[in-house]
């Protein structure tokens, strides 16, 4: 038999989902578990969502859709951008996807050619640089160091040492949390155009700002292209159901590529998502206890030894510096795991060369659990 093996599958693992088959085999295991480790909220999806999902089912109403989504759910995600930022956004730019997930590889795939320079920060979202690796395309990591979020003299830096195609930030970023102040992400916005470097905003973490309101880098600039999606403020991570506003030159390419890549997203979970708009009351209610989980972390994990690498600006992550304990988390978040029963990321996942560093805790969970999880650490570096 002959197996033939592309250099695209060389890519390195995604360390939070590794992290998480370990938890789950765990608590197959009956090992009480708990789980700081992956983005994911432990509230369902609204209880308008998950009614408008049982009667689609009812009259089995799943199928094929339009390739960029149904018309409904476009001119929804419209209104939102009217309601939310006050912009007026064509429904005809947005692009419906099978999550976040999805819309990068239509967003690499339909901007950037192999070999093209496209700039990330460091730390950052491993999917990033992993699907940007298995397309050929040349990551420019850029350590942030010191600072909170990627600056424009950053990227000047960068392209000066050769040319960049591109630039991909988010805010509230992960595994940070951290927040591109409004002036900032202007300035940053502005400076691309003015070098020619196309923008990507990951704007996945909106509406779970703590301190400022949300602004998007469609502010600035309509030649920008944002990513966003219904799995962490609505919810809906297993929906697997996001979406992306194009500049108008790049929707035809991107229906192109998502035709055969995906033919559509998931009909059902475009019913349902259809209502996440409408359900703001039960969803601010989840993102309270977000905050309170978060003023619990911002407490307790200094004094168990794990300061804060960056301020939690956004999201609901909390990064710490674990050199205090070991310097290599990976092998810490390993025993951690396995002897305390708690599950953290450890920060390769984000940085390949300082991630030994650094650990990302999720607070998506009940606030129990955090209180639990902050007590078995506690007990077991004692």
Not at 198 to 221: K, M, N
Request: aromatic residues 8%; glycine residues 8%.
């Amino acid at each position: 038999m002959v197996v033939s093996l592309s250099h695209r599958g060389n890519v390195e693992p995604f360390h939070a989902m590794d992290v998480l088959a370990e938890a789950n085999r765990l608590k197959v295991l009956g090992i009480p578990v708990i789980s700081m480790a992956v983005g994911q909220p432990s509230d369902p999806a609204p209880v308008r969502v998950r009614a408008a999902a049982a009667k689609a089912l009812e009259v089995g109403r799943i199928g094929y859709t339009d390739t960029l989504g149904l018309a409904p759910l476009r001119k929804a995600i419209a209104g939102h951008y009217a309601d939310h930022y006050g912009l007026d956004v064509d429904p005809g730019r947005i692009a419906v996807t099978a999550g976040s997930s999805a819309a990068f590889n239509l967003a690499f795939l339909a901007m950037f050619d192999p070999g093209d320079r496209v700039a990330i920060a460091a730390p950052g979202y491993p999917a990033y640089r992993n699907i940007m690796a298995a397309l050929g395309i040349d990551v420019v990591e850029i350590e942030l160091g010191d600072a909170a979020y990627l600056h424009a003299s950053h990227l000047e830096a960068a392209h000066r040492e050769a040319p960049l195609k591109g630039v991909l930030f988010a805010s509230p970023a992960n595994p940070t949390g951290a927040v591109i102040p409004v002036d900032e992400l202007a300035t940053l916005v502005a400076t691309a155009e003015s070098l020619g470097i196309a923008v990507i905003s990951d704007e996945i973490y909106h509406r779970l700002a703590y301190g400022a309101p949300d602004t998007t880098a469609l502010a600035f600039s309509g030649s920008v292209t944002v990513i966003n999606s219904f799995s962490k403020y609505y919810c809906m991570t297993g929906w697997r159901i996001g979406w992306m506003v194009l500049p108008e030159e790049l929707v035809r390419p991107v229906e192109r590529i998502a035709q055969s890549l995906y033919i559509s997203p998931p009909e059902l979970s475009q019913i349902a998502a259809i209502e996440a708009f409408a359900a703001t009351e039960e969803l601010e209610a989840v993102k309270g206890r977000y905050a309170w989980n978060r003023e619990l972390l911002i407490k307790r994990l200094p004094e168990l030894g794990f300061p804060l690498a960056a301020p939690m600006d956004g999201a609901f992550y909390a990064f710490c510096d674990v050199t205090r304990h070991s310097n290599d988390s990976m092998v810490f978040a390993r025993r951690m795991l396995a002897e305390a029963h708690v599950a953290a990321t450890p920060g390769r996942d984000f940085d390949t060369r300082a991630g030994h560093r650094t650990m990302r805790f999720s607070y998506a969970g009940s606030h129990d659990d955090m209180v639990e999880a902050m007590a078995r650490i506690e007990r077991w570096l004692r």
